[in-house]
């Protein structure tokens, strides 16, 4: 498949994310139709506001893969009602995170050990995705966050269940590829989605950047002086500055899909998906 039909299928299969906030009503018409769409879990809201989004983009025809943060979680009661939730649902993905709380509430410490309870439930799925970062996690140990990546990919073939693992935000392309080239040669197996924001407001993008622990990509946008120095406008960001050579990596790296961090900022997003796929239909 040549490059730009590669680009164009990671575009037009491109996951949306959403936070569930009031701000996410207004944003559902905008979505396309039978999108994939990630429904993140803030600590503040709690992970009863994460499922009746997904249950809410369930009912509207959307494929909802709920996040589910362990450090939410009080013990395998709840998980075993969580498992329910997503069987009785229809959910047919989801994504297991460790959570921002500094302290759990309950059992669970880390997304690994969440896994491997929920693992042991009638959960329905067929998919699970976990976390990855080429950027480097802001409080854990690169090690520690290698060696958890490849024990969730163990417990997800022992159950039999297919994964993927889904990159926080990265802006330097060269850090990107070679994150993933070394974690393919560690044993990495997973199919990747490169997680890349969405149509945004340059302040909002900077300011968000550096709160989710990508402080030093964010360095490199804005000391950079070539492409990816280029990725701000006076006013926005465009995706496709990184889309684009990603795209060019997607058969090395094994890059399956793009997860678009869209800070509910929807519309303005599925406009450049549209205007993407546009562009490269005319290269293919």
């Known amino acids: 498949m040549s490059?730009?039909?590669?680009?164009?299928?990671?575009?037009?299969?491109?996951?949306?994310?959403?936070?569930?906030?009031?701000?996410?009503?207004?944003?559902?018409?905008?979505?396309?139709?039978?999108?994939?769409?990630?429904?993140?879990?803030?600590?503040?809201?709690?992970?009863?506001?994460?499922?009746?989004l997904t249950a809410r983009l369930v009912d509207l025809g959307h494929n909802a893969a709920p996040h589910l943060s362990a450090r939410l979680v009080h013990d395998r009661a709840e998980v075993r009602r969580l498992a329910a939730f997503c069987a009785s649902h229809g959910v047919r993905e989801m994504f297991i995170v460790a959570g921002d709380p500094p302290e759990p509430v309950g059992d669970y410490d880390s997304a690994l050990a969440f896994l491997r309870d929920f693992l042991a439930c009638d959960h329905g799925l067929?998919?699970?995705?976990?976390?990855?970062?080429?950027?480097?996690?802001?409080?854990?140990?690169?090690?520690?966050?290698?060696?958890?990546?490849?024990?969730?990919?163990?417990?997800?073939?022992?159950?039999?269940?297919?994964?993927?693992?889904?990159?926080?935000?990265?802006?330097?392309?060269?850090?990107?590829?070679?994150?993933?080239?070394?974690?393919?040669?560690?044993?990495?197996?997973?199919?990747?989605?490169?997680?890349?924001?969405?149509?945004?407001?340059?302040?909002?993008?900077?300011?968000?950047?550096?709160?989710?622990?990508?402080?030093?990509?964010?360095?490199?946008?804005?000391?950079?002086?070539?492409?990816?120095?280029?990725?701000?406008?006076p006013t926005t960001y465009d995706p496709s500055r990184l889309v684009l050579p990603l795209g060019k990596l997607a058969d090395e790296l094994g890059i399956e899909g793009l997860h678009l961090f869209t800070f509910n900022n929807v519309q303005a997003t599925s406009?450049?998906?549209?205007?993407?796929?546009?562009k490269l239909a005319k290269l293919a």
């Open 271 to 278: 406009r450049w998906q549209q205007a993407t796929l546009a």
């Open 126 to 233: 067929t998919r699970i995705g976990v976390t990855a970062y080429p950027d480097g996690h802001a409080f854990i140990p690169a090690e520690v966050v290698r060696q958890a990546l490849l024990d969730k990919q163990a417990l997800l073939a022992e159950a039999g269940v297919d994964g993927f693992a889904t990159t926080q935000m990265c802006f330097d392309i060269g850090k990107w590829r070679s994150w993933a080239a070394t974690a393919r040669t560690e044993g990495l197996t997973l199919p990747l989605h490169a997680g890349v924001p969405g149509v945004i407001d340059r302040m909002k993008l900077l300011t968000m950047g550096l709160r989710l622990g990508v402080g030093a990509s964010m360095r490199y946008v804005k000391k950079n002086g070539g492409i990816l120095g280029r990725l701000l406008t």
């Open 3 to 52: 490059t730009s039909r590669t680009t164009a299928a990671l575009v037009a299969d491109a996951r949306y994310e959403l936070v569930p906030l009031k701000s996410a009503e207004g944003q559902l018409p905008h979505l396309p139709a039978g999108v994939s769409v990630s429904v993140t879990c803030s600590p503040t809201k709690g992970l009863s506001a994460t499922l009746d």
